[in-house]
Structure formats: C-alpha cells, structure tokens
C-alpha cells in the first residue's frame, strides 16, 4: 500500500498579519525608547549649560578689587555678601573716591559738603561709595587737614604762631596704612585703621574705626580713634 502523502496546508494570512503588527510594535517600542533617550539627554545638556552660563553670569558680576594704596574707581553694586578680604578692599575704593571729592569740592575741617553743590555724576559716585552724603561729611571731617591760606596757627595771648598747612583744593592720596578686622555688626563688618596720606605736599596720619557694608562694601560709619598726631 502506498503511502498517502499528506499536502501541506497553506499557513494563515493573520499569521503573517499577527508577525507584521508585532514587528512593527517593537520597532516602534524601541524607536520611543531612543527617542526618550535623546530627549532627556537634551535636556540635561540644556540644564548644565544653564548652570555653566549662570557660573560665568556670577563670576563676571563679581566684585574686582585692586591693591588698598591704589586709586580704585570700579565702585560698588548690590551683590551677594562680601568676605572680608574684599571688604577690606572696597574700603580702599570708598577712601579714595572720598579724598577725591575733598578735592573736587574744595572742601575744610568743620565744613558740610550738601547735595546742591555737587554734579549729578557726583551725586551717583557718593552712593556708590558711601552710605550717605553724612558719612562722607564725617570722613571729610576726620582726615581734611587743609585750610583756606595754606597755613594755621597755634597758641594763644597774642603769641600765635603759623605753620603751613596744604591748601584748599589740593590733592590727597594714600601713600600706607593698615587695616585690620575688628568685629562685626548685622550690617557691616567693622575695621580699625591707621590712615597714612598726603594732602598736597604735607603728610598725615589718623587711625580711625571704619564700618563697611557687607553688601554693597559702601562706607557706612566713620569714628576718630583716641588722640590724633599729624
């Protein structure tokens, strides 16, 4: 008996349809898994360029200072609190800019420097510099050794006797000194500071204690320390 060959029967088209869907299922599972993927690593590229941007944002904005005896304009903006390194240091810029005003202004010992005397660019340059116009009429007072003459006189009964001062309108600047930190308050931090100068041709000193705003590094206080010798 010959043996009945059996005649494969054809497979199902929802086989090959079922194969297909499925196929198609897991390309596209993986083409979301990627697309997933590419998007989160986007977004974190996004963040940590934000982060370097905000970095280099601060770092420009901050405070830049030069040495304590140098003539130092760069003023003050509001930032985040100072160290007291820095702050130290703004206290140079806010002593310059003061004697520099002296000048400008011709200001004396025991003379008030008000608003209506100055420039609007002055009046931008004390802000920048010192709390208030006060505060700069309590630095002018502490350290102008200048007089209208050029000279003063000591004594008393007839007997006076003149010695040279230098003249209103001339120049000062730093030549040494030292500053050192002495405390703090809420505000400011709090420097006693011998204040070594020359007005014009003539040098002085004065020690003096100096309050500094921890924000802005503006002068705030200025107080005369004991007896002063010029």
């Given at each position: 008996?010959?043996?009945?060959?059996?005649?494969?029967?054809?497979k199902?088209?929802?086989?090959?349809?079922?194969?297909?869907?499925?196929?198609?299922?897991?390309?596209g599972?993986?083409?979301?898994?990627?697309?997933?993927y590419?998007?989160?690593?986007?977004?974190?590229?996004?963040?940590?360029?934000?982060?370097?941007?905000?970095?280099?944002?601060?770092?420009?904005?901050?405070?830049?200072?030069?040495?304590?005896?140098?003539?130092?304009?760069?003023?003050?903006?509001?930032?985040?609190?100072?160290t007291?390194?820095?702050?130290?240091?703004?206290?140079?810029?806010?002593?310059?800019?003061?004697?520099?005003?002296?000048?400008?202004?011709?200001?004396?010992?025991g003379?008030?420097?008000?608003?209506?005397?100055?420039?609007?660019?002055?009046?931008k340059?004390?802000?920048?510099?010192?709390?208030?116009?006060?505060?700069f009429?309590?630095?002018?007072?502490?350290?102008?050794?200048?007089?209208?003459?050029?000279?003063?006189?000591?004594?008393?009964?007839?007997?006076?006797k003149t010695?040279?001062?230098?003249?209103?309108?001339?120049?000062?600047?730093?030549?040494?000194?030292?500053?050192?930190?002495?405390?703090?308050?809420y505000?400011?931090?709090?420097?006693?500071?011998?204040?070594?100068y020359?007005?014009?041709?003539?040098?002085?000193k004065?020690?003096?204690?100096i309050?500094?705003?921890?924000?802005?590094?503006?002068?705030?206080?200025?107080k005369?320390?004991?007896?002063?010798n010029?």
């Amino acid at each position: 008996m010959k043996r009945q060959q059996k005649q494969k029967e054809p497979k199902s088209p929802l086989l090959y349809f079922g194969i297909a869907i499925g196929c198609v299922v897991i390309f596209g599972i993986i083409a979301l898994g990627i697309n997933s993927y590419r998007n989160s690593q986007a977004q974190k590229a996004k963040q940590e360029e934000q982060v370097r941007q905000e970095k280099i944002r601060k770092e420009k904005a901050r405070p830049k200072f030069k040495a304590y005896q140098a003539q130092d304009n760069s003023g003050s903006d509001k930032s985040e609190q100072l160290t007291k390194k820095q702050a130290t240091k703004r206290l140079s810029a806010d002593i310059n800019y003061g004697f520099k005003l002296m000048q400008q202004t011709d200001a004396l010992v025991g003379t008030k420097i008000t608003q209506k005397q100055l420039s609007t660019a002055q009046r931008k340059n004390v802000a920048k510099y010192f709390d208030s116009l006060t505060v700069f009429n309590s630095f002018n007072q502490a350290t102008n050794i200048s007089t209208a003459s050029g000279q003063n006189f000591y004594g008393q009964n007839g007997h006076n006797k003149t010695y040279k001062t230098s003249k209103q309108g001339d120049p000062y600047r730093v030549t040494g000194g030292s500053v050192e930190y002495n405390g703090s308050s809420y505000n400011d931090y709090i420097f006693d500071v011998l204040l070594q100068y020359k007005a014009g041709a003539y040098s002085s000193k004065r020690w003096l204690t100096i309050y500094v705003d921890k924000s802005t590094g503006v002068m705030t206080q200025v107080k005369m320390k004991g007896n002063q010798n010029e």
